[in-house]
């Protein structure tokens, strides 16, 4: 069975009919588990909704970097609230993206230490979201004090360099479709090399679809793809990557449970 530990559902799409389909078409091609990402507090309320009410979904809540600048100082304290519920499993997505700038970056930082806080109080793994931003969110993990409670980094796109220092803190590097990507060499050197109880698989979905269905909207049931590229490149059989990355995120987060 595998896991995607990362994707973005919406509500919404319960009304539109959607989401009962996209995540039968996961359960289909053998998707036992879904943690979806709240980005906002709007989007958080809604996602642990999905949860509350469908067995399969876990959620990660917090405030993405595009929206740090929705920060206000009550936030932390309705975020916190959120985070409460037994079906949240971490705190994000959360830290930096110097690639867009759509949130001023002091206030990302200040955004960032604050939800590693929240983290920290509530004992539950981080979310990170990373971009053009590799040295000074691993700087503020480590001077936060984020290796207490690890986490994920999603969608990994950056250089071995990273990857060492983000494992050396106890965190975990979750693949996306990115991996299958022809100019994606030096993540795909890293995901053949990094140790096998810290690897994890995502589709980020609706976004970066993998290969064969790049360009189209991304969705659960194509965590398939990544997770057959990642045990391509580490040269094992689909069966025990997918094993394995259960494993993993059930290591790191308590769930899903093995049976
Ligand atoms: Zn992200
Ligand atoms: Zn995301």
Known sequence: MLVDCHCHLRGGQIEEGGLGSLLDRARAAGVGGFVAVGTDLEESREVLGLAQAIPDIRASLGLHPHEAKLWEPETGAQLRELLMAPEVLFVGETGLDWHYDLSPRTVQEQVFRAQIQLARELQKPLMIHTREAGEETLRILEQE?????????????????????????????????????????????????????????????PYLAPVPHRGKTNEPAFVVHVAERVAALRGISRARLEDLTTRNLEALCGWPPSC
């Open 145 to 205: 004090g984020a290796g207490d409670v690890g986490g994920i980094i999603h969608c990994f796109s950056e250089d071995k360099a990273f990857a060492s220092r983000a494992l050396n803190l106890g965190f975990h590097l979750s693949f996306s479709g990115i991996v299958t990507f022809k100019k994606a060499e030096a993540i795909q050197e890293v995901a053949a090399w990094a140790p096998e109880d810290r690897i994890l698989v995502e589709t980020d979905a």
